[in-house]
């Protein structure tokens, strides 16, 4: 990805306005990372959509623009809508399940549960099955509260039009989502406890940590160990979770680690990441595991400090 600062901008102008244009993509950068994953829920299409982005603004007279923000949130909204409309086809050929890619945030997220809701794996699981134009109000409203005026211009559409898709957007996100325990505490005690279960290999330990009816998602691609379908109820998702720990790498390293706004674990091959796994609460028990072990899926969540590794901007309302 062409580095975005410096002394001026990447087209190669030098000037002072190239300055400038650089200086204030910089200052919503991370945000416009933000609204961009939520959208799309692939690390590597957000950043190319924020890189697109950059390419327009980066030709843009910024004396004709009035309010920054809004001119680049646009932009970018309408680039991802563009990128999941082509999106939904290929989704219909993947093979097996498929899953948001997991993406490491920072532990003060998981203080904000409203804004923490918002990027969690099951959220945008949820999201996957609204529109494109609803998915992008949906985002635009709940998670960053812009102004139904505002979201208006951002998508092309009438306010009027807008307050009507977000309802949707809302009664559909209320009618699919499983409300799962947010104490971050809790959380963390019980990943843990399912990680000591998995990794000592006794299946009644793991299942007493698991609800009755806990289902298993795995999201492989196609070209890494996942079982293709959902796996639902105690025991099936610990003997399959027991013959999938059989085939990790050989000296894994297994860390817990803030993902999507709460507490993961990721499995490493070296510094490669192997398997990212999030776990969702319900009455203290896990209802719902996602597992995910497409390789391409895990850039980020590489180690902090390696050369692949992808950092988490944007991800707070004030980025």
Do not use: C
């Not at 699919?176 to 843990?192: F, G, I, N, S």
């Amino acid at each position: 990805m062409t580095a975005i600062g410096g002394d001026g901008a990447t087209n190669g102008s030098g000037s002072v306005a190239g300055s400038e244009a650089t200086r204030v993509f910089a200052r919503y950068r991370a945000r416009l990372h933000a609204i961009a994953y939520r959208l799309l829920g692939r690390v590597g299409d957000a950043e190319d959509v924020v890189q697109d982005a950059w390419v327009r603004w980066s030709e843009v007279d910024l004396a004709e623009v009035a309010d920054p923000e809004a001119y680049l949130v646009r932009v970018v909204t309408r680039l991802a809508i563009d990128r999941l409309r082509s999106a939904q086809v290929q989704r219909e050929r993947y093979v097996g399940s498929w899953l948001p890619e997991p993406l490491a945030t920072t532990p003060d997220i998981a203080d904000r549960v409203a804004l923490a809701d918002t990027v969690s794996t099951a959220m945008l699981v949820v999201l996957e099955s609204l529109s494109p134009l609803e998915r992008a109000v949906f985002v635009l409203r709940e998670a960053f509260d812009y102004p139904y005026a505002a979201i208006a211009e951002m998508v092309g559409r009438s306010e009027a039009s807008v307050r009507q898709t977000a309802r949707r957007a809302r009664e559909h996100v209320a009618r699919r989502q499983l409300r799962y325990d947010t104490d971050p505490a809790t959380r963390a005690r019980v990943t843990r406890r399912f990680l000591a279960a998995a990794a000592g290999g006794d299946l009644t330990d793991l299942m007493a940590v698991l609800a009755p009816d806990v289902t298993l998602i795995s999201d492989g691609g196609g070209v890494a160990p996942a079982p293709r379908r959902p796996i639902v109820g105690a025991e099936p998702v610990a003997r399959a979770l027991m013959t999938f720990t059989g085939r990790m790498p050989a000296d894994p390293r297994v860390e817990v680690v803030e993902l999507n706004g709460g507490p993961g674990i990721v499995v490493y091959s070296g510094d490669t990441p192997a398997v990212a796994i999030t776990l969702h609460l319900v009455d203290g028990a896990v209802r719902t595991i996602h597992l995910v072990s497409n390789p391409a899926k895990l850039t980020g969540v590489r180690p902090p400090g390696s050369l692949a590794h992808r950092s988490a901007p944007g991800l707070g309302p004030g980025s």
